[in-house]
């Protein structure tokens, strides 16, 4: 039987993808709750490239998917918001 490529959070090999996420399907992006962000600028320091701060000091969001080499800042920067502001999301890719 193949499976289909996709593994558990274990790394065990998932024959039914039903309860499990393909590695290569999610895209993934960040998200600002704005009724918490203060505006503290912290994600722009920890992620310059994906994060730059208005004139008022708030987070803008340059809207591109965070690269798999990206994806351990990116973590570090939602743990380290001190409004808990910041949000890694996962959306399923789509073919354009």
Same mark, same amino acid.
């Given at each position: 039987?193949?499976? #289909?490529?996709?593994? #558990? ?9 039903? #309860? ?10 960040? $998200? ?22 208005? $004139? ?39 073919? #354009?």
């Amino acid at each position: 039987m193949r499976t #289909s490529g996709c593994t #558990s959070a274990a790394g065990v090999a998932a024959r039914y993808v039903v #309860s499990y996420r393909c590695q290569e399907e999610p895209v993934n992006r960040l $998200e600002i709750d704005w009724t918490r962000c203060d505006g503290h600028g912290l994600c722009a320091t920890l992620l310059p490239d994906d994060v730059v701060l208005d $004139e008022w000091g708030f987070p803008v969001l340059r809207g591109r998917e965070i690269t798999p080499g990206e994806l351990t800042n990116a973590r570090r920067a939602v743990l380290a918001c001190p409004a808990l502001a910041l949000r890694l999301e996962a959306a399923a890719k789509t073919d #354009s």
